[in-house]
C-alpha cells in the first residue's frame, strides 16, 4: 500500500513543477523574440516572476499538503490510538485478571507458607521437647544404672536385687507368699533355699537367687580387649564355680523335692552374655540338674508349676465328684428300693379301697336300704304297741338313743 504522503506529493507537487517548466519555456521564447538585452531582462523578470509565483503557489500547496498530512496524519494516529487504547484496555484487563490470579496463589502460598511454619515451629517445639525428656530419660538412666552398678557390687545389695527381681516375677505368675511358695526356709542340714516352691503330695522345686555378677560388671567397664576377654574368663569361672556349690547342696531330696533345682539369674543381659560366651553351660547344668532361669525363663517355669498344681486340684476335685457321685448311686438305689416298697402299700390300700368302695359299700348300702323300708313300714298306722313294743320298734329301727326316765320305769 501507497503511503499517504507519497500519493500527495505526487497529487500537488508534480503539477507544480509543470507550471514551472512551462513558465521557464515562455519566458525562453519571449527571450529569443526580444533582444539580448531585453531578453535577458525579460528571461530574469519572468524567471523572477515565475519564481515568485512558484514560490507563492509552492508554499501554498507545500502549506495545503502538510495540513492534509497533518490531518490525515492525525486521523490515522487518531485510530491508531484508538485502536491501541481499546487493545491496551483488553490487556490491561487480561493483565488484572491475571495480576488477580497471582495476587490470590500468592495468598495461598502465604497461608500456606505461615501454615507449614507454624506446624514445623510446633514440630521443633515438640523434637525439642522430646529431646529434652529423652535427655532427661538418660540423664535419669545413668545415674540409675551407676546407683545399680554400685549396688551389686554389693554381695549383700546383689542378693537382695535378685530376690527383688524373683519375687516381681513371681508377683506376675500370679503366685502367692504361703500359698504357692515359701521363703528362706531352713532345711534340716542347715541350708536355706531362697524360695521353696509348693507342688502336690507334699513336693518342692527349690530356688536359689544368688548369682555372681561381679566379673560381669568389670567386662563392662573394661577399657580394652584384653581386659574384656580376661574378665570374660573370670566370669564363666565364677558361674560355674557357683553351679558346682549349688550341685553339693541337699537342695535335692528324693522323698519331697523333684529331681532338680533352679538357679536365677535376675538380668536377661547376663543370661544372653553367658550363652554367648559359653555354649556348654547349659548341657554340664543339666548334668548337675540345675536348671539355669532368666527372668523370662522362670516365668515359663513357674507357669508349669502352675499349671501343674491346678491338674492336681482338677484330679483331685474329680475323684471327689466321683466319690460322690458312688454315694449318690447308692441313695439312689436306696431311693428306688423304699419307692417301690410304698408302691405296693400303695398298691394294697387301694385294693382295700376298692374293696371297700366296692363290695363292701354295695353291701351296706343293700342293709340301709332294707332298714329304710322297715322304718316305712314302722311308720305306717297300725295298731297301739305298748311300751315295750314301742321300743322293740324303735331298736329295730336303728335308734340306739337310751329311754327317757319315765319310759324305762314303765318298761
Not at 519571449?30 to 538585452?37: I, M, N, R, S, Y
Not at 567397664?221 to 560355674?240: H, I, Y
Not at 416298697?341 to 400303695?346: F, I, S
Amino acid at each position: 500500500m501507497s503511503h499517504p504522503l507519497g500519493i500527495l506529493i505526487d497529487v500537488w507537487f508534480l503539477p507544480v513543477l509543470f507550471a514551472l517548466l512551462a513558465a521557464v519555456i515562455a519566458a525562453l521564447g519571449a527571450a529569443v523574440l526580444v533582444g539580448a538585452h531585453v531578453r535577458r531582462q525579460a528571461v530574469d523578470a519572468a524567471v523572477e516572476a515565475t519564481t515568485a509565483r512558484a514560490a507563492e503557489t509552492f508554499a501554498a500547496e507545500r502549506d495545503a499538503t502538510v495540513r492534509t498530512v497533518l490531518d490525515l496524519a492525525a486521523d490515522k494516529l487518531g485510530d491508531t490510538a484508538a485502536a491501541g487504547s481499546r487493545e491496551l484496555d483488553l490487556r490491561s484487563a487480561q493483565f488484572d485478571k491475571q495480576v488477580h490470579a497471582v495476587s490470590d496463589e500468592l495468598a495461598r502460598i502465604g497461608q500456606l507458607v505461615n501454615s507449614l511454619q507454624e506446624r514445623s515451629a510446633e514440630q521443633h517445639g515438640t523434637v525439642v521437647e522430646r529431646l529434652q525428656s529423652v535427655a532427661q530419660a538418660s540423664t535419669s538412666l545413668e545415674a540409675t544404672t551407676q546407683h545399680l552398678r554400685e549396688a551389686l557390687a554389693n554381695p549383700k545389695q546383689r542378693g537382695q536385687w535378685g530376690e527383688r527381681m524373683a519375687e516381681d516375677v513371681l508377683t506376675s505368675a500370679g503366685f502367692v507368699e504361703g500359698v504357692n511358695y515359701r521363703r528362706q526356709r531352713a532345711l534340716g542340714s542347715g541350708s536355706i533355699p531362697d524360695i521353696n516352691f509348693l507342688l502336690p503330695r507334699g513336693m518342692e522345686v527349690r530356688m536359689d537367687v544368688k548369682f555372681p555378677v561381679d566379673n560381669y560388671l568389670r567386662v563392662l567397664e573394661a577399657d580394652t580387649d584384653e581386659a574384656s576377654a580376661r574378665f570374660t574368663k573370670a566370669f564363666l569361672r565364677d558361674v560355674r564355680a557357683r553351679m558346682k556349690e549349688l550341685s553339693v547342696r541337699d537342695y535335692i531330696d528324693a522323698r519331697d523335692t523333684v529331681d532338680c533345682v533352679l538357679l536365677f539369674i535376675p538380668n536377661e543381659s547376663v543370661f544372653a552374655f553367658l550363652h554367648e560366651h559359653d555354649r556348654t553351660v547349659i548341657d554340664d547344668a543339666q548334668a548337675q540338674k540345675i536348671v539355669l532361669c532368666s527372668p523370662s525363663s522362670l516365668f515359663a517355669v513357674l507357669a508349669v508349676i502352675r499349671q501343674a498344681v491346678d491338674h492336681f486340684q482338677l484330679e483331685r476335685t474329680s475323684d471327689e465328684i466321683l466319690r460322690c457321685l458312688g454315694g449318690v448311686t447308692d441313695q439312689w438305689d436306696r431311693f428306688t428300693d423304699h419307692l417301690d416298697k410304698v408302691g405296693k402299700q400303695l398298691r394294697t390300700l387301694n385294693n382295700g379301697f376298692e374293696d371297700l368302695n366296692g363290695k363292701r359299700r354295695r353291701m351296706l348300702e343293700k342293709q340301709l336300704d332294707e332298714i329304710q323300708r322297715l322304718r316305712g313300714d314302722a311308720a305306717a298306722p297300725g295298731p297301739e304297741l305298748g311300751p315295750g313294743e314301742h321300743l322293740v320298734a324303735r331298736r329295730a329301727a336303728g335308734d340306739i338313743r337310751p329311754l327317757p326316765l319315765g319310759e324305762r320305769s314303765t318298761g
